[in-house]
């Protein structure tokens, strides 16, 4: 039996439908009916479940955006950088294994050869550097609170895609939304990253940092023109001159926008589809609710 916190959330919610398309028993564990923020009752839960491994997909991500962060600090570091620690303990004193959802947007740009960022590059996007928006200051944190424990994979999801229509979706982002930043990031499909997650666990692959993104970079323009080839919306998408026209007038806080690599993960046997043909498959598959 696996254990899932935050099954509630956008993520959570990608795991739920893969747990229950693999037929794998688990447990969605929601704040309201057991306090999993408290140490003493996630382990009394955990060592009388007795779940084989724990997933954490909870976190405060800030709604509709990363800018609610900066009104919101106290819930940003709690459920970013002090939840994960208190988990951290429970799992250590239960002995159970685990694995965090993390995030890409600790880094900013790309290493000095214009390759992505790997895991065991520093975070260039932190409180650490000052440079950052309160949320990946957090998300730093937290990977800074769990650095040196055994038994956790620390999964790295960078700006979550599919083909379901909903605003928490990238691709329905940049629909929506009524002017664009061009920008060159690493991506991930949603589905394909909880896949990838899981299978970290069912192969056992060691335990540590890894980047869950589909292998390649994609520009805010690229993927505008994949929107734009399959015909869910042809509209005339409008750009902002330039990053600082985009912190003028839409943003108040930077934004992190970085190309990573996700060879630590192919290298452990577990590929996920190039960049381009994820979005076209999921495009292709565009589906409303
Ligand atoms: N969505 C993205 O774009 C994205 C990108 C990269 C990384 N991530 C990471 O993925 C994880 C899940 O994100 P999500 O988009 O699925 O978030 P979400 O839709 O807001 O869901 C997060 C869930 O976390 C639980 N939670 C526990 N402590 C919390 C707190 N202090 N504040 C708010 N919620 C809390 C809640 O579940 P209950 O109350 O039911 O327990 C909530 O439903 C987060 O760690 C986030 O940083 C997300």
């Known amino acids: 039996m696996i254990y899932l916190l935050g099954g509630s959330g956008y993520v959570g919610q990608a795991y739920q439908a893969l747990l229950n398309r693999k037929g794998i028993p688990f447990r969605n564990l929601r704040r309201s009916e057991l306090d999993y923020t408290d140490p003493a009752r996630l ?10 491994f724990l997933i954490n997909a909870a976190g405060y991500t800030g709604k509709p955006n990363v800018d609610a962060c900066e009104l919101h600090k106290a819930d940003c570091l709690f459920g970013n950088a002090v939840l994960p620690g208190r988990i ?18 600790i880094y900013t740009g790309a290493r000095a050869d214009g390759s992505g960022f790997r895991e065991e590059d520093p975070p260039n996007f932190s409180f650490r550097t000052n440079n950052c928006s309160f949320y990946s200051g957090s998300k730093a944190l937290g990977e800074e609170v769990l650095a040196g424990q055994d038994n956790v994979y620390i999964w790295r999801l960078r700006i979550p895609f599919d083909h379901v229509d909903s605003p928490r979706n990238y691709l329905t982002k940049l629909m929506r939304y009524d002017r664009l930043l061009e920008a060159t990031n690493s991506i991930s499909q949603l589905h394909e990253f909880v896949a990838a997650t899981f299978a970290c666990w069912e192969k056992r692959v060691p335990f540590g940092i890894y980047n869950v993104t589909n292998p390649g970079e994609v520009t805010t323009r690229d993927v505008v023109s994949l929107i734009q080839k399959s015909g869910v919306c042809t509209k005339d998408f409008q750009f902002f001159q330039d990053e600082s026209e985009f912190m003028l007038k839409a943003a108040k806080t930077p934004r992190s926008n970085c190309v990573m690599d996700s060879s630590k993960l192919t290298r452990a046997g577990i590929q996920m589809t190039e960049v381009h043909e994820a979005i076209e498959q999921a495009l292709q598959e565009w589906t409303k609710v």
């Open 43 to 52: 382990t009394e839960a955990l060592r009388n479940d007795r779940p084989e």
């Open 88 to 105: 951290a303990e429970a799992c250590a004193a239960a002995g159970v294994p685990w694995g965090h959802v993390s995030s890409g947007c």
